[in-house]
T-cell receptor
Framework: KNEVEQSPQNLTAQEGEFITINCSYSVGISALHWLQQHPGGGIVSLFM???GKKKHGRLIATINIQEKHSSLHITASHPRDSAVYICAVKGGGSNYKLTFGKGTLLTVNP | NAGVTQTPKFQVLKTGQSMTLQCAQDMNHNSMYWYRQDPGMGLRLIYY???????DKGEVPNGYNVSRLNKREFSLRLESAAPSQTSVYFCASSEQDYLQYFGPGTRLLVL
């Protein structure tokens, strides 16, 4: 079973700061997902990536397959970015199962 | 488009009662999933359906059953609820194994 570790568990930032959330996993994967869970509980998928880098607005996700590590960056952070960010990995093959990390709680203060 | 919808939003059950959580998606996705989320733990897969007519166990299937009624609908049944099943339940769907789209969740309390 793949172990997924996220760091930090909690992160507090000031508006405008550059944010980095890290995700490490123990076994080779075919894809890695980043999700956002809003304070109200809703979950939104942000990215799925298997190599390199993806960007959407102020969010950037990178993955290093050799090092079994991914990062989620938020540029020019804003209080509305306050949420739990969750990393999840998918093993190889046709198995659709994801293994989730416990999440990183981000609070951005004005 | 409504995306993924779940009913009910909240439910309180007594130990031993049964109930069915309903999930529907209007994105024509083949794959659907049921997860539970508990404090201090990551989302855990209960059951999933890779395509209409197929279902498979996930990480924590005990105490649950599922039905993939058609391509749109995937229900989760608790036959005899236990306090350990108190949780928030999320349904999700995806096209094959791409990005998953989540429903708003069902908060279940079993007394």
């Amino acid at each position: 079973k793949n172990e997924v570790e996220q760091s930090p568990q909690n992160l507090t930032a000031q508006e405008g700061e550059f944010i980095t959330i890290n995700c490490s996993y123990s076994v080779g994967i075919s894809a890695l997902h980043w999700l956002q869970q809003h304070p109200g509980g809703g979950i939104v998928s942000l990215f799925m990536l298997s190599s390199g880098k993806k960007k959407h607005g102020r969010l950037i996700a990178t993955i290093n397959i050799q090092e079994k590590h991914s990062s989620l960056h938020i540029t020019a952070s804003h209080p509305r970015d306050s949420a739990v960010y969750i990393c999840a990995v998918k093993g190889g093959g046709s198995n659709y199962k994801l293994t989730f990390g416990k999440g990183t709680l981000l609070t951005v203060n004005p | 488009n409504a995306g993924v919808t779940q009913t009910p939003k909240f439910q309180v059950l007594k130990t031993g009662q049964s109930m069915t959580l309903q999930c529907a998606q209007d994105m024509n996705h083949n794959s659907m999933y049921w997860y539970r989320q508990d404090p201090g733990m990551g989302l855990r897969l209960i059951y999933y359906s890779a395509s209409e007519g197929t279902t498979d166990k996930g990480e924590v299937p005990n105490g649950y059953n599922v039905s993939r009624l058609n391509k749109r609908e995937f229900s989760l049944r608790l036959e005899s609820a236990a306090p350990s099943q108190t949780s928030v339940y999320f349904c999700a769907s995806s096209e094959q194994d791409y990005l998953q789209y989540f429903g708003p969740g069902t908060r279940l309390l079993v007394l």
